[in-house]
């Protein structure tokens, strides 16, 4: 289950096994999206399963996680998604009602996020091969010139700012799974986030990172960036925004809301001097009301992330050898 | 098990539940992938998911299944596949030398259809929730200046050639399943068709259709190219290349051959004034080596295909409600 949690042991199987069958460059940039060029336009592109359980949860179902998902992973590029695929593997016997709802939601994510559904595919298994529904969506946008955004690009001095609360999404799924009620109503944040980095993109090419922090949480996605570009992270706890719901759920459970998926989020690098001007466009966004600044990008401690506790101490933020809680998405 | 059969449920579940919930005009154009503008490019698009069990048969596996096939509806457009994403599903206690191999397929049939795997998502689910390895693939290409081929384009006068002897994948698969054995060697004919297409489009840009008829076979693409164009199809079965031992296996099963999956044959429809010239180029392409027409496009019976029948007879030939043999690709 561990490879399919989006921390070291799936990176491993991209980049030992997947990477090193398909023998290329483009994957092994390890982007939410790739960038290729293709009829002169630089085009980003990119695919997601669905295999979150249940289906449907508070705020969300599988079929407008996986509209979002891809929104998101393209704008992580700078991308607005123009066109997405969307496929099913259904399960014999899964009602179509069910089918129905999910379809309807993932028309209505599409029209909220600006996307057209353009082509699809539907396959069916045996019952008992399946959970009722699996999707698969890809994307293709436009990347805006001059915008060149890629994990690779954090520099010291960079400042770091998450664009709402996190944790809601882990734990809204987690909490309507295996009968767990927590007595609050966490709703997961699936949300399209085109809207708020165009918003961004507005005050300056010059982004350096995005990521959505989904499978592995915003530790993971900081992990990543810290170890593709270099450079060392450094996060002040206190300043992370988790909801109080989300603090009382992960207390309860074990969990580090830094681990929690989010589906409605993103990480931005962003060079000081722009610093300012970007978190304001973010406020001035419904899916950015809630930005704040949690940390910056350090010479010290190079390819490592370092919180700083509210106690006053440090600690070494790993990358999660799996994920803490499987099938979130 | 209906609804993915690629027949008349499949078209009914795309028609009334998909492309109702996502109200768009480009998903209901039918065609195997999507004409779409972006950046000033028209470019196509695909999906498609892989459930074929089992995962390796003669002849190929999921994995080069999974690139041909989106390869091909690309082809379909006259599109050159340019960039592919693939996603797995895993299923929990997979063998890794099994997805390995997959994997390694992936590139192999990457690599010969001149494609690149640009980016990519694993995900995991329990053991006993799939079959090893589902896969999707995603592609797309450019489509060039002055092509404009989709179903509704056949018009009466129209030659209808397929690129060579059909029903080899589907009885290849049925061949090693549940440990049928018919004592003769067909494999599938698993290829991609990029490159036959583009030999076929240097003759002329003006071909009006092209299909590669996967699931339900060939008399459901010609089913689907009557009933979109509003034209009639006569096919002569006798001219219908089916290999001896294809046949064969199908008269033991009691399969009609004309409905057996195909992963790398096409049909085409093309002008007359142009059909020698385009028979010339396939027989000169390893793919089209085996080409031949199969019948016209008529003005009688609109929207109806019949086929003469050996003993100079003629039947109708009906859309499947579903597939035959289910989970062929």
């Given at each position: 289950m561990g490879h ?7 990176g491993e199987?991209?980049e030992?096994?997947f990477?090193?069958a398909?023998?290329?460059?483009t ?5 939410d999206s790739?960038a290729?060029?293709?009829g002169?336009a ?11 359980r249940?289906l449907?949860?508070p705020?969300g179902?599988?079929g407008?996680l996986?509209v979002?998902?891809?929104?998101n992973?393209?704008?992580?590029s700078g ?8 496929a099913f593997?259904?399960e014999?016997?899964v009602?179509l009602d069910v089918?129905?709802?999910?379809a309807?939601?993932?028309?209505a994510?599409?029209s909220a996020a600006?996307v057209?559904v353009?082509?699809g595919d ?7 091969h399946?959970?009722?529904?699996y999707?698969?969506?890809?994307g293709i946008?436009?990347?805006p010139p001059?915008v060149d955004i890629?994990?690779q690009?954090?520099t ?5 700012v ?7 999404h882990?734990?809204a ?5 295996e009968?767990?009620?927590?007595g609050s109503?966490?709703?997961s944040?699936?949300a399209p986030?085109?809207?708020?980095v ?6 300056t090419?010059?982004?350096?990172v995005l990521?959505d922090p989904?499978?592995g949480g915003?530790?993971?996605s900081?992990?990543?960036?810290a170890?593709?570009s ?8 206190s300043?992370?925004?988790v909801p ?6 992960c ?5 580090d809301?830094l681990y929690?998926?989010?589906?409605g989020?993103l ?8 610093a300012?001007?970007v978190?304001?466009?973010?406020h ?7 930005a ?6 350090v010479?010290?401690?190079p390819?490592m992330?370092?919180a700083r506790?509210?106690?006053g ?5 790993d ?7 499987p099938?979130i998405c």
């Amino acid at each position: 289950m561990g490879h399919g949690g989006g921390g070291a042991l799936s990176g491993e199987l991209t980049e030992h096994l997947f990477a090193a069958a398909y023998g290329n460059e483009t994957l092994a940039a390890l982007t939410d999206s790739a960038a290729v060029e293709l009829g002169g336009a630089r085009l980003a592109f990119s695919t997601d399963s669905y295999v979150v359980r249940p289906l449907f949860f508070p705020g969300g179902c599988i079929g407008d996680l996986a509209v979002n998902g891809t929104v998101n992973d393209l704008a992580m590029s700078g991308a607005r998604a123009a066109y997405l695929s969307t496929a099913f593997i259904l399960e014999e016997g899964v009602a179509l009602d069910v089918v129905g709802r999910v379809a309807q939601a993932m028309g209505a994510a599409a029209s909220a996020a600006g996307v057209t559904v353009a082509t699809g595919d539907t396959k069916v298994v045996e019952s008992g091969h399946g959970d009722g529904v699996y999707v698969n969506t890809s994307g293709i946008g436009l990347i805006p010139p001059g915008v060149d955004i890629r994990p690779q690009r954090a520099t010291p001095g960079d400042v770091v700012v998450v664009s709402g609360p996190i944790g809601a999404h882990g734990v809204a799924v987690l909490s309507v799974r295996e009968g767990l009620e927590f007595g609050s109503d966490v709703v997961s944040d699936t949300a399209p986030l085109g809207g708020l980095v165009a918003s961004m993109l507005e005050v300056t090419p010059d982004l350096h990172v995005l990521r959505d922090p989904t499978r592995g949480g915003l530790a993971t996605s900081l992990c990543e960036i810290a170890a593709a570009s270099g450079t060392g992270v450094v996060v002040t706890e206190s300043a992370v925004p988790v909801p109080e719901s989300v603090a009382a759920a992960c207390g309860f459970l074990g969990l580090d809301p830094l681990y929690v998926a989010n589906e409605g989020r993103l990480v931005a690098f962003v060079p000081p001097q722009h610093a300012d001007a970007v978190l304001a466009a973010m406020h001035a966004h419904p899916q950015g009301a809630g930005a704040a600044v949690i940390g910056t990008c350090v010479s010290e401690h190079p390819g490592m992330v370092v919180a700083r506790t509210g106690l006053g101490g440090t600690r070494v933020v790993d990358l999660p050898l799996g994920e803490q809680l499987p099938r979130i998405c």
